[in-house]
């Protein structure tokens, strides 16, 4: 442990800018109680990267993050920050900020005092400070008489930016952002998100942000890491992650699909019902089961003039409208739910009982 | 309807002001009737029970008269009660501090148990300690048992009403400090840390500001206690300090001068009200809490 520590030391001050990730992750673990809530995670953060880790709640994100910014210690594995070992490095003495998901304002300061937290605990100036902190409030758009405002009279979005400011007080090297969006509505949440974007890319810092929202990762992740029970499943750019995912959990994760378990047999791929699927060429699949999973907008209606690859019969039982766009519950023969979504000008004339279909070039085949 | 609106509006007992009857009437006849009666008699002629009759200033100018030593019961009354007020901060804070440590949010529930205590009359316990530290007691028994030359005499000294005052007003402090500490949100504490600050600047900057209202409370509540606290100076004490409600007491009983004795308490209650009052202005939740 501490030989991987030295030699990373040493050759850290020689070189100003490597390549070499910010933040290091290898093999951490997190166990409370017998129970691993990080299971052996290893990650590398580039510089100025924008990397997002998604996952159900109880999937460790927050541990992770918590583990990352000093306020829990990893119970194995190796954390490095631009190649020093900060396993035990205390929370006050990293380059790294959090901003919290219930942001920890505090409630007996002024906006201004609570920017100006970390400054005072530099000791600087008075008027230096105050300097500083009117700096950041432009930089995060809160206006100027904010300064003096009771932090517990702001609304939830200049909260988050009071957040957001002090948390860049500090200067860290590495922010970290524990869901911060979740309680704001849909409007005002698109809105920072679109900010935070700005911030990052302005600032040049490494953001990790953790979020169990597809949309926020999508809109905002220069990568995405998927987590599940402790360990992250896929890590990649959103675009790998939504058109490739690496496993069925990440399919489903990633927003509405529809699955079809399949089976491999000498023949070939059957599904449940016995019919043969047709699988784009090159499928390599480890195990003798497999899914097939279609997003609902490749997913059509097959009719005389218009065949599919793959089809499959069922009864319309729901129909929504998503806007542009309509969507179709379908029950199959076997009973499972299908989803199609068409656009409005392709809305189903017919009656309840359709045929549906996809293609093979559509559609994704995960393991298991 | 139009009729209705264009009349005044008859008075109207609202439901809410019916509900409180009750209390007001309880308060009205538990509370406040005694409080006037005794404002009424320190206005009295004195050594008499001409309450509501008469009007005279008598007792205030026997009271102020600088042939009279009273002052010294005020005095040694309110500098017991500060003293044991910043003994049980000191010694309650960390008790406080520790519980919410280790028991988390059930810190309050199990500072209660310090009130245990309470079931047993203040007089029973205090003649305990008497039994403790009396001559040939158990301090002092013990020692010369194994030998020593025996305990200190600590009994009946302006020393040992202190001890029996924190001693008596400890859960008066502890159970309001343990809440006060337990309103302090962990991210809060972790939030200042992870923004560089050490131990010390969270303390001061954090945890003692947001503990404050509880500590406040804690406060005010054992001020007010130990200035109108009488057995601790007498049974303890031995009569070595004499406190003003122990005056008050002779004042109504042997002296049978009540008038007199209205007159000191009054001044007690304008004295420990202003105190109160002025600490209590310090004291604003709204800011603390957020208007919300």
Redo the contacts between chains.
């Keep these: 442990m501490s030989s991987v520590a030295a030699s990373s030391l040493s050759d850290s001050s020689a070189a100003p800018k490597t390549p070499r990730p910010v933040l290091q992750l290898v093999d951490v673990r997190k166990v409370f109680d017998g129970f691993a809530a990080v299971d052996g995670i290893s990650l590398d953060i580039e510089e100025g990267e924008f990397v997002t880790i998604v996952g159900p709640s109880g999937s460790g994100k927050t541990t992770l993050l918590r583990m990352l910014a000093g306020l829990e210690s990893p119970s194995g594995g190796y954390i490095t920050l631009r190649g020093e070992l900060i396993n035990d490095v205390p929370s006050n003495r990293r380059p790294t900020c959090l901003v919290f998901q219930s942001l920890a304002l505090f409630p007996h300061m002024t906006v201004g005092d609570n920017i100006e937290f970390p400054l005072r605990v530099r000791k600087m100036a008075p008027e230096e400070r105050r300097r500083r902190a009117l700096e950041l409030m432009a930089k995060v758009r809160l206006p100027e008489d904010y300064y003096a405002k009771n932090v517990m009279l702001c609304s939830g979005g200049e909260k988050q930016r009071v957040a957001l400011a002090r948390a860049f007080a500090y200067d860290p090297d590495v922010l970290f952002f524990d869901e911060p969006l979740s309680a704001l509505d849909y409007k005002l949440k698109k809105l920072l998100e679109k900010e935070l974007k700005d911030l990052h890319r302005e600032s040049g810092k490494t953001f990790v942000y953790i979020t169990h929202s597809l949309e926020e990762a999508m809109v905002m992740s220069d990568r995405i890491g998927v987590m599940r029970a402790g360990k992250v499943v896929q890590i990649g750019t959103p675009e790998q992650i939504y058109s490739t995912p690496a496993d069925r959990f990440v399919a489903e994760f990633f927003g509405e699909v529809n699955v079809v378990p399949i089976r491999r047999t000498e023949g070939g791929w059957l599904r449940r019902d016995g019919k043969p699927v047709a699988v784009a060429p090159g499928l390599s699949i480890d195990g003798d089961e497999a899914s097939v999973v279609i997003r609902p907008e490749y997913m059509r209606f097959v009719t005389e003039e218009a065949g599919a690859d793959n089809t499959l019969s069922g009864t319309i039982f729901n129909e929504y409208s998503l806007g542009s766009r309509l969507q179709y519950q379908i029950r199959s023969r076997t009973g499972r739910t299908f989803l199609v979504e068409v656009p409005r000008a392709a809305a189903w004339k017919g009656d309840g009982e359709v045929t549906i279909g996809w293609d093979a070039a559509n559609a994704i085949v995960v393991g298991g | 309807m139009a009729d209705g609106s264009l009349s005044a509006p008859a008075p109207k007992l609202t439901p809410g002001f019916r509900a409180s009857l009750p209390v007001l009437f309880l308060l009205v006849a538990g509370f406040l009737a005694p409080l006037v009666t005794v404002a009424a008699y320190a206005f009295a002629t004195p050594k008499s029970f001409d309450v509501f009759r008469s009007f005279t200033l008598q007792n205030f100018a026997a009271i102020f008269d600088p042939q009279n030593t009273v002052w010294t019961s005020f005095a040694w009354a309110l500098a017991l009660a500060f003293c044991c007020v910043a003994i049980l901060l000191i010694v309650c804070y960390p008790i406080a501090f520790g519980l919410n440590k280790v028991f988390g949010k059930w810190s309050g529930l199990v500072s209660v148990l310090f009130v245990f205590p309470l079931f047993v009359s203040e007089n029973v316990r205090l003649y305990g300690w008497v039994l403790f530290f009396i001559k040939n007691g158990v301090l002092d028994g013990a020692l010369k048992w194994f030998g020593f030359s025996g305990g200190p005499e600590l009994l009946y000294t302006p020393g040992i009403t202190l001890f029996g005052m924190v001693y008596v007003y400890l859960p008066f402090m502890l159970f309001p400090m343990t809440l006060g500490i337990a309103m302090i ?1 962990r ?2 504490v ?9 131990r010390m ?1 969270i303390w001061r ?2 945890e003692l ?2 503990a404050m209202p509880g500590i406040l409370i804690g406060a005010l509540l054992t001020f007010v206690l130990a200035a109108g606290a009488v057995a601790e100076a007498k049974i303890l004490g031995g009569q070595s300090v004499i406190t003003i409600t122990q005056d008050i007491e002779v004042a109504f009983t042997y002296a049978q001068n009540w008038p007199l004795g209205s007159a000191l308490a009054l001044i007690l209650v304008l004295i420990v009200s202003g105190l109160a009052l002025a600490a209590m202005a310090r004291l604003d939740l709204d ?6």
Excluded: F, Q, S, Y
């Excluded at chain 2, 972790?190 to 050490?198: F, Y």
């Design positions: 949100p991210d809060l972790d939030a200042a840390r992870d923004l560089g600050a050490g600047m900057e954090v500001p947001l800011k603390i809490l957020g208007k919300r």
